[in-house]
Nanobody, 122 residues
Framework: QVQLVESGGGLVQAGGSLRLSCAAS????????MGWFRRVPRKEREFVAA???????TYQDSVKDRFTISRDNAKNTLFLQMNSLKPEDTAVYYC????????????????WGQGTQVTVSS
């Protein structure tokens, strides 16, 4: 089992920045690929970014060049630095852990956090 707890969400004006964190506990953090997803009401969770255990990354096109995913394996923590935020980035953001390779596919993630709300005002 892997337990994931997100933090760092909040209200920010358009153009601002937020840094989300995801604290992991349980099994060896570095063995898992990690991802960030987000959900708006009445829609499925959508992929935002993912990172492999060794640090390889991939992003959704709409956040590329604005968001940066990173991890600190020594501290069992995943991060998402979000810059130049837009109102359309408003969502609940979830971190997730995958026991397979880095993936964009929501259903291949085994463990999920409870989510943290990000609201971007115009």
């Amino acid at each position: 089992q892997v337990q994931l707890v997100e933090s760092g969400g909040g209200l920010v004006q358009a153009g601002g920045s937020l840094r989300l964190s995801c604290a992991a506990s349980g099994r060896t953090f570095s063995n898992y690929a990690m991802g960030w997803f987000r959900r708006v009401p009445r829609k499925e969770r959508e992929f935002v970014a993912a990172i492999s255990g060794s640090g390889g990354t991939t992003y959704q096109d709409s956040v590329k060049d604005r968001f940066t995913i990173s991890r600190d394996n020594a501290k069992n923590t995943l991060f998402l630095q979000m810059n130049s935020l837009k109102p359309e980035d408003t969502a609940v953001y979830y971190c997730a852990a995958s026991g397979t390779t880095m993936t964009l596919t929501r259903t291949r993630y085994d463990y999920w956090g409870q989510g943290t709300q990000v609201t971007v005002s115009s």
